[in-house]
């Protein structure tokens, strides 16, 4: 029993004894700990003691964990508590106690875990706030286009409705024989065709406007607070700077078009952008002032129109619209008017007006300094899309609109008998002087046959004629009148183009106008196929240009002509007067062409054909926007060709600055210019016909296909620096183009060799013949 009682003894000092250096172990572990805690902190680089063998170990030891702890960070199948269970007992393996043999490397990985940690940690989370940014943005766009589908099932019932009441009021005014208010007018004679021609022209758009009323359904992509939101693609429309006062560096953007090879799009939205907070690499400031809204009045999409600002609102008369197919047209002669300096949201109001012109598009508005609203020609076209080219002068007094919406009287200024005048055109340019005149410059007009026909669009004629006209301001609704005078400007001009856009070099004078861009249309000889000795037939070519002018009309000696840009010396001296000039691949192929691509090509057909001009330098382009705002001249949009099919509408910002000296009255722009805001993913979108070709072409043209080099035409060149890419499918496009050309090349052999045995064999016949006799 005693000895039993010592070992039971024994026993509890020995299990007392292991506990307590249990315990002792333990806090120095956790000192330890501390120390290595503050070691890490202050050193993030191993300690200099350890020789190139322990680095290099050090080095494998580093890759080897950092997967592992990578793969339980990507691991979903374990839970954060099981994460941290394996780290614990990773740190607790290489703790220094624990390899005292290796304890300088041992501590380094210790604190190294805890770092690297700690990283992966906040990798993590970094990756988590993003990926819910993304999926609220995610959900407010999906929230968006619920809104918008929504919207469009409200707008075919609504429309439907409006049909219907449309067609009950018409029965009734029927049945009970009533006139309208405007026929029981006495109506001069220079107005009878054009109302003949307007009520012939709305009775067949009403016929004609689908039952969905689709012109009345496009709603801008986006809500107006959401950073990525920025104008879509399109030509043809409104940009003014702001009327107001204090906010003069606004630009107001509305309306417009886009084709993309299948389809064409009308908008109706209205953004406005402060120029001031402009720059690039930077998200812009786009505000969406309105878009169009089923139950909420507005204008209807639109291209082709015209917008006047004047006091606190922009005015707005005319334009066209079409369906995405192109079969069914409107032209609107309604006039509207919005606030300028209205937030998001803001509300368009209809004006009604007395005497209002004949619907119409492509015409020209101006204000002048006493608050008329000027406009000019433009074309009508009926049901059967016969176009009727206008020369009318109207003159709306604003004055009586801007303080109170009371109904306006629009009055046409006659011409002076026997003097001259500018004719029928659509397109120009027109702008208000300093007094009351008005300047109207270039345009188009059809061509006329002999017996005085109409040769329709296939015919038009493209003007640079000046004009200016003196007009007489109506008081209420008395007749006024307008004295023509033609004008003969110095210097070096445009010349005869189509689509320019222009705008005042300030607003404190309108005499000055800057003057950008266009396109010239010539046709040349086809170039001769290799082995060919005739061209065959003739190629259509537009030439597109990029060039600023200053039209001063305001000068001593008259109206001057001064090119801003690009500046002298800048143009290369590669000469392009004669169709000689161009490239063969050009004239062989025809279609659109930048002419700054021109001018630094080197005649090839890789290097100019209609590819990009020299990067940070704006394409040339037709019916783009140009205002001037906060000392620059500012570029937005327009339209273009590429080849001999592609048509491409574009998106793309870029700004000039301008110097201008008082004292001298001279106008200077910088060297180059800057691109602002590059063209999006959608304006680098075309639908070729060719991507509807059928297999068994493809299959056909393989054994062709693989003898073609894939570079050998270069039409569709992609570009940098805000040109962007101007083809979806290019690679099978171009493909296509130079197996179809291949084919036509074979053809045209085969057809020669068939001639010359023909030949050969009459001529043998006739020697035959010869020895017989």
Known sequence: EEEDEEEEEEEDRKTRKARLKAEAAQASSSSSSSKLATFSLNNSSPPPDLTAADLEEVDEIQSSLREELLSWASDPGLTMDERKRMVRQL????????????????????????????????????????????????????????????????????????????????????????????????????????????????????????????????????????????????????????????????????????????????????????????????????????????????????????????????????????????????????????????????????????????????????????????????????????????????????????????????????????????????????????????????????????????????????????????????????????????????????????????????????????VFGGVTDITVAKEPLPGQKRSGGMSEIALFHADLFLLDCGADGGPLWTRLWPLPGQTPERSLRSAADLPKELRRKGGGCDVLALYHGDGSSTSVAPGAPPSKLPRGRIAAGVAVAASSVWLFGGACEAGSRQEVTLDDLWRLDLVQDSSEGTVKCSENWGCILNLSDRATMWFDDSDDSSDEDEENEQDEDEAVPRDSDALAIPANAGNGVLSKKQQKAENKKVRMELKRERQMEKCEDKLSKREQKKEKQRAQAQNKG
């Open 91 to 514: 740190l607790a393996q290489w703790h220094p106690d624990k390899n005292r043999h290796m304890s300088n490397i041992a501590t380094y990985i210790f604190q190294w875990i805890q770092e690297e940690v700690n990283r992966i940690v906040a990798s993590l989370q970094g990756a988590s706030e993003d990926s819910t940014r993304k999926e609220a943005e995610y959900q407010q766009r999906r929230a968006q286009r619920a809104a918008e589908k929504a919207a469009r099932a409200s707008a075919v019932t609504s429309s439907k409705e409006e049909r219907k009441a449309d067609k009950k009021n018409r029965k009734k005014k029927g049945a009970t024989g009533g006139e309208d208010d405007d026929d029981s007018l006495p109506v001069p004679s220079g107005k009878a065709q054009a109302r003949s021609i307007q009520a012939e022209s709305e009775s067949d758009a009403d016929e004609d406007i689908d039952k969905d009323r689709e012109w009345a359904l496009v709603v801008g992509h986006g809500p107006a607070t959401t950073p990525y939101l920025r104008p879509w693609p399109r030509s043809h429309y409104s940009l003014v700077q702001s009327p107001i006062e204090t906010r003069a560096g606004d630009l107001l953007l509305f309306g417009g078009e886009a084709y993309d090879g299948r389809e064409l799009t009308f908008y109706s939205d209205l953004y406005r952008l402060n120029m001031h907070t402009a720059e690039a690499d930077k998200i812009l400031p786009w505000e969406k002032l309105y878009s169009s809204v089923p139950s909420i009045p507005g204008p209807e999409p639109r291209s082709a129109h015209q917008i006047v600002p004047f006091g606190q609102h922009l005015y707005l008369f005319g334009g066209e619209w079409s369906s995405r197919d192109q079969k069914r047209y409107r032209q609107y002669g309604d006039l509207w008017r919005v606030d300028a300096g209205g937030s998001p949201g803001t509300r368009w109001q209809k004006l009604e007006a007395k005497n209002s012109p004949v619907a119409r598009s492509g015409h020209r508005m101006a204000c002048s300094k006493k608050g008329f609203a000027i406009l000019q020609g433009g074309f009508s076209e009926d049901r059967r899309r016969r176009a009727t080219y206008l020369s009318d002068l109207q003159l709306l007094d604003l004055n009586s609109l801007e303080d109170s919406a009371s109904e306006a009287t629009w009055v046409e200024a006659q011409p002076k008998k026997g003097a001259a005048i500018p004719g029928a055109r659509a397109g120009g340019l027109l702008w208000a002087g300093d007094s009351e005149e008005v300047f109207l410059y270039g345009g188009t007009r059809p061509r006329r046959t002999k017996k005085g026909r109409s040769c329709g669009d296939e015919g038009l004629i493209v003007l640079d004629d000046l004009w200016r006209g003196d007009f007489s301001t109506p008081s209420s609704s008395s007749s006024a009148s307008v004295a023509w005078e033609k004008l003969t400007p110095q210097g070096q001009g445009p010349g005869a183009r189509s689509g320019m856009a222009q705008c005042a070099l300030s607003n404190g004078s309108n005499s000055k106008r800057l």
